[in-house]
């Protein structure tokens, strides 16, 4: 995308959001995290950190939710999907911090050979 596109993109993007917030419109923080899987991984790790990741909700105030999806096609060859919802910023700080979030980031490394994440608020 050329630089200029960016910047008007950018600017839309400014004006739009904080008037739907300001019309009412619900708004929640996305945070999505991608994972390539090594070849053979350790079958009982990966459903621990799943089993993490599934339980945070219940742990972690403003966390309203975690889906995970199988990726069919990916450009990086990402294996899975993982998509979390968060009421606010706050929460999802509370949420890196977890211990159940610290653990996962412990034991996944070795599993993986690709990571992406990203946020976006809608």
């Given at each position: 995308?050329?630089?200029?596109?960016?910047?008007?993109?950018?600017?839309l993007?400014?004006?739009?959001?904080?008037?739907?917030?300001?019309?009412g419109?619900?708004?929640?923080l996305?945070?999505?995290?991608l994972?390539?899987?090594?070849?053979n991984?350790?079958?009982?790790?990966?459903?621990?950190?799943?089993e993490?990741?599934?339980?945070?909700?219940a742990k972690?105030?403003?966390m309203?939710?975690?889906?995970?999806?199988?990726?069919?096609r990916?450009?990086?060859?990402?294996?899975?999907?993982?998509i979390?919802?968060?009421?606010?910023?706050?929460?999802?700080?509370?949420?890196e911090?977890?211990?159940?979030?610290v653990?996962?980031?412990?034991?996944?490394?070795?599993l993986?050979?690709g990571?992406s994440?990203f946020?976006?608020?809608?």
């Amino acid at each position: 995308m050329q630089p200029f596109k960016i910047v008007v993109l950018g600017f839309l993007l400014l004006g739009i959001v904080p008037s739907l917030r300001a019309q009412g419109v619900p708004h929640k923080l996305h945070h999505l995290v991608l994972f390539q899987w090594v070849e053979n991984p350790d079958e009982a790790v990966q459903d621990e950190i799943l089993e993490l990741f599934a339980g945070l909700p219940a742990k972690v105030e403003g966390m309203e939710s975690v889906q995970f999806v199988s990726l069919l096609r990916s450009s990086e060859d990402f294996d899975l999907g993982i998509i979390m919802i968060f009421d606010s910023e706050e929460a999802q700080k509370a949420y890196e911090t977890h211990p159940d979030h610290v653990r996962i980031t412990q034991i996944a490394p070795p599993l993986l050979s690709g990571f992406s994440k990203f946020d976006y608020w809608e």
